[in-house]
């Protein structure tokens, strides 16, 4: 298990890296690392463990070889529970184990919280998981769960704009917005919509 290949994902401010080890076939192992650390963390970890798992070590945005997020955009914890469902949906791995080290722990233990049916063993290292206190259990997981969900199914939606007459596009936007007047949405077009040699 001494030799790795280097992994990319696209993600839509650039890439998430990683690195694997074993064979694709293997069954799916995915390693979270600790805080300001990398995917590198676990070279010496990896080679001592069984064969026959397909080991995928990722960095978080920001870390390692993985693009930052843009200037101004806060790294938050929720985001990189989204780039561990990022890296599985682009792996296409239904279930998997999760090990975390440190901070990688407490995203895989929040991650298991939100997809427990994406994971079916859980590996934590110098790390307690993911606490919450009991009444706030059940809204906390669903609204989350729906934010991130939301979020990356919109992003597989993500087309080119629609071009439309501007006769269209005031139709469009008092259909969606039944308060407004006809001269609301032409004052609120003139800034928001951009003229195109389409429309």
Request: net charge positive.
């Amino acid at each position: 298990l001494g030799m790795f290949s280097e992994l990319k994902f696209l993600v839509p401010w650039g890439h998430v890296a990683a690195k694997a080890w074993g064979h694709s076939e293997g069954h799916p192992v995915l390693c979270l690392h600790g805080w300001l650390d990398n995917a590198n963390t676990f070279d010496k970890l990896i080679p001592l463990l069984p064969r026959g798992y397909y080991y995928v070590a990722m960095d978080f945005s920001g870390h390692g070889l993985s693009s930052h997020r843009p200037a101004g955009c806060p790294y938050h914890f929720l985001d990189y529970v989204t780039d561990v469902r990022r890296v599985a949906t682009a792996l296409q791995w239904r279930r998997f184990t999760l090990m975390g080290h440190s901070m990688g722990g407490a995203v895989a233990g929040m991650f298991c919280f939100l997809y427990p049916e994406m994971v079916d063993k859980l590996i934590l290292l110098e790390s307690l998981g993911f606490l919450l206190a009991p009444e706030d259990t059940e809204t906390w997981l669903k609204s989350k769960r729906r934010v991130i969900d939301r979020l990356l199914s919109l992003e597989a939606k993500q087309q080119t704009p629609k071009a439309r007459s501007p006769k269209a596009a005031l139709q469009r936007l008092l259909e969606a917005n039944s308060h407004l007047t006809a001269e609301g949405g032409a004052i609120l077009l003139q800034r928001g919509a951009t003229e195109t040699p389409a429309g």
